[in-house]
């Protein structure tokens, strides 16, 4: 089993400033890891994904997280945030070996704040 | 690609009553579907992994009784709660996995139950 950590509830941040969201994570098998960001009344919307390789992922809207296998963590960071970018964060894993059986565990959520 | 559409995207029934949400890929044949469960602000809580064409297997504590999951076909899933109560509104989210984990969860945009 896994288990997924995002010790922010709540991330207030001045339009333009830099940003880093925190998730750790805890698994006794390898994982892929996810960012999903929520709007309000909305389903998810992926914004990166770690599967192997490169530790610096890239995803969309200017974000990029880095995988530290030694520190458990998967941390989402962007140099600027916008107003838009106002919304909840959620951090996932899935076990790796699974075949994608197995559905996400979900951290539990980072509530962006984008203060002008 | 890789859409998930779901259906309603928000309903309000009587208690007692039975309510069908319906998950279906556009674009893809999903094999396996995964069914979620979002309190107010708080995380998404998997209730049950879908498998067309067999039974799903729900997660400790989801009665299978009372969430119903049928997947009839490659492209549809559909979560029924029969009897409901006040206590079932929520924010239910579909999520379809494409492919292999690879391609990470395509979601549902959720749909909002009251239960009054």
């Known amino acids: 089993a896994q288990s997924v950590t995002q010790l922010d509830s709540q991330v207030p941040v001045f339009e333009e400033a830099p940003v880093e969201l925190r998730c750790n994570y805890s698994?006794?098998?390898?994982?892929?890891l996810f960012w999903y960001v929520q709007y309000p009344n909305q389903g998810l919307q992926l914004l990166l994904k770690?599967?192997?390789?490169?530790?610096l992922v890239k995803g969309i809207n200017g974000f990029e997280a880095e995988f530290n296998k030694s520190q458990t963590s998967f941390h989402l960071r962007k140099p600027s945030v916008h107003i838009s970018d106002t919304a909840e964060y959620f951090c996932?894993?899935?076990?790796?070996?699974?075949?994608?059986?197995?559905?996400?565990?979900f951290g539990k959520g980072t509530h962006l704040i984008i203060q002008p | 690609g890789a859409v998930v559409s779901q259906h309603p995207s928000w309903v309000i029934c009587k208690s007692g009553t039975s309510v069908k949400i319906e998950c279906r890929s556009l674009?893809?044949?999903?094999?396996?579907m995964f069914w979620y469960r979002q309190f107010p602000k708080q995380s998404l809580m998997l209730m049950a992994t879908?498998?067309?064409?067999?039974?799903?297997?729900?997660e400790q504590g989801v009665e299978k009784d009372k969430f119903l999951i049928n997947h009839a076909s490659l492209t549809l899933s559909t979560l029924t709660v029969t009897s409901a109560h006040p206590e079932d509104s929520s924010f239910y989210i579909c999520?379809?996995?494409?492919?292999?984990?690879?391609?990470?969860?395509?979601f549902g945009s959720g749909t909002r139950l009251t239960v009054v």
């Open positions: 999520s379809a996995r494409v492919d292999s984990a690879r391609y990470g969860y395509t």
């Open positions: 698994s006794s098998v390898s994982v892929y």
């Open positions: 770690y599967l192997s390789g490169s530790t």
């Open positions: 996932a894993v899935s076990e790796a070996t699974g075949g994608g059986a197995d559905g996400l565990t």
């Open positions: 674009d893809f044949q999903a094999t396996t």
């Open positions: 879908s498998n067309e064409g067999s039974k799903a297997t729900y």
